[in-house]
């Protein structure tokens, strides 16, 4: 079975604070992607990777910055945490048939 | 841009049918359902290329009209286990590598 899994499932920070979550996958996968999900929003892409040291801006990448210098793992950065980047960050990776595997989630407060 | 969902929510009783609806105002290549349960990652539960093919697996089956731009996924006969929030995702170009744009999703509640 894929696998993807994320650094945390629950995270508290402060604002200003420089924040890491890493994403892991174990199917050699190609592409992998940075989600936020809030509620009535739905998922909203941030980042997105095609492959390793590659990376694009999605529809929300204000704040958010990403690093992919293993083909299985991908970060993403906050380079100075505010509370409306308070949210659920999923992240997920693109199997052969293009479906998509997502991670659990972190849940980020930023206080 | 960001496909339709209808409902946003409904609640069921078991053995009930229900559909849930996913249009878009731009052409659609494909369609991918994800079903998410409260706490959990979003699960892949299908994919309908072009070609209005309609697919299920036990009692869950999706269609795709791509003239239409939309697609439909009918749960028939639902379990408790059906309960969780469903979204539909469409790529944002042609190519299957794309990242989905999803649905703002429809919370399905079964009851006993």
């Known amino acids: 079975d894929v696998k993807v899994t994320q650094s945390s499932r629950y995270l508290v920070k402060r604002t200003g604070e420089k924040v890491f979550l890493e994403c892991v996958q174990d199917m050699d996968h190609e592409n992998m992607f940075w989600y936020r999900q809030d509620p009535g929003l739905g998922l909203r892409l941030i980042y997105f990777?095609?492959?390793?040291?590659?990376?694009e801006k999605g529809d929300i990448p204000e704040g958010y910055s990403v690093s992919r210098e293993k083909k299985e793992r991908f970060s993403l950065i906050l380079e100075s945490a505010s509370t409306n980047q308070t949210s659920m960050y999923l992240c997920?990776?693109?199997?052969?048939?293009?479906?998509?595997?997502f991670g659990p989630g972190t849940r980020l407060t930023v206080t | 841009q960001q496909p339709v969902q209808s409902p946003q929510a409904v609640i069921l009783r078991e053995g009930e049918d229900a559909v849930i609806n996913c249009s878009s105002s731009k052409a659609l290549y494909s369609v991918h359902w994800y079903r998410q349960k409260h706490g959990e990652a979003p699960i892949f539960l299908m994919i309908l290329l072009k070609g209005g093919e309609q697919k299920g697996h036990d009692k869950i089956s999706a269609s795709f009209n791509e003239k239409k731009q939309q697609s439909s996924l009918y749960l028939t006969a639902s379990q408790l286990s059906y309960s969780g929030t469903y979204f539909c995702g469409t790529p944002s170009s042609y190519s299957g590598n794309t990242p989905l744009v999803f649905g703002k999703g429809t919370r399905l509640s079964v009851i006993a």
């Open positions: 997920a990776s693109i199997g052969l048939y293009y479906e998509q595997y």
């Open positions: 990777s095609y492959d390793v040291k590659m990376k």
